[in-house]
Every structure is written in structure tokens, then in C-alpha cells.
């Protein structure tokens, strides 16, 4: 079982930045995926960024340039920097961890809000 708890959220105003941190704890293999999503209200859970364990990364198309996932293998932990904040990237956002090894797949912090305005 693995365990996320995302941190580092809050209001932030357009054009600024932030940094988002994601621990994780428990029985975590090397093999994995982990992942930001973010849900605004009225709108579905979307993919925001992901990076494997060697450092592939994949983006959104609405935030590439602007956003960069990063982690720390030593630390198990996770980060997003976002930078050139817009009022469309306020949301909840969640860390995901995905692996073929873990029972289940697939395991969800309980998100951070980030809200952009001024």
C-alpha cells in the first residue's frame, strides 16, 4: 500500500509561481509511474504532468514550457513547479502513483488547492 500527501498549495496570483511537494510512504517500487492531476469544478480530473522513476517526463499541452515535474528517488518525493500561473490553472490538484508491482495500481493523495487570482 502506498500513501501521498500532496503540500505547498494556495493563493497565488496570475503570472506568479509555485512549488507543490508530494511524500510518499510504504511499500514502493522502483518500477512506477507518478503523476499530477488537477479537477477545477465542473470540469473532469485531467493529467497534468508524469515522470517515471528514471526521469521521462510527459506534460499537457496547457502547460508545457510553463510547468516541471521533477522527483527525488532518495527522498521519495515528488514536485511540480508551476510558473506563469494563469486563473485556468486554479484547481485541486492530486499526486498519483501507478505500478504494475502495487495491489492496487494505482494510489491518490487527497489533493492541494491552488487557487491563481488577483
Known amino acids: 500500500q502506498v500513501q501521498l500527501v500532496e503540500s505547498g498549495g494556495g493563493l497565488v496570483q496570475p503570472g506568479g509561481s509555485v512549488r507543490l511537494s508530494c511524500a510518499v510512504s510504504?511499500?514502493?517500487?522502483?518500477?512506477?509511474?507518478m503523476g499530477w492531476y488537477r479537477q477545477a469544478p465542473g470540469k473532469e480530473r485531467e493529467l497534468v504532468a508524469s515522470?517515471?522513476?528514471?526521469?521521462?517526463?510527459n506534460y499537457a499541452d496547457s502547460v508545457k514550457g510553463r510547468f516541471t515535474i521533477s522527483r527525488d528517488n532518495i527522498k521519495n518525493t515528488v514536485y511540480l513547479q508551476m510558473n506563469s500561473l494563469k486563473p485556468e490553472d486554479t484547481s485541486v490538484y492530486y499526486c498519483?502513483?501507478?505500478?504494475?508491482?502495487?495491489?492496487?495500481?494505482?494510489?491518490w493523495g487527497q489533493g492541494t488547492q491552488v487557487t491563481v487570482s488577483s
Open positions: 498519483n502513483y501507478n505500478s504494475p508491482y502495487s495491489v492496487p495500481h494505482s494510489s
Open positions: 510504504g511499500t514502493i517500487f522502483r518500477i512506477n509511474v
Open positions: 515522470i517515471t522513476t528514471t526521469g521521462s517526463t
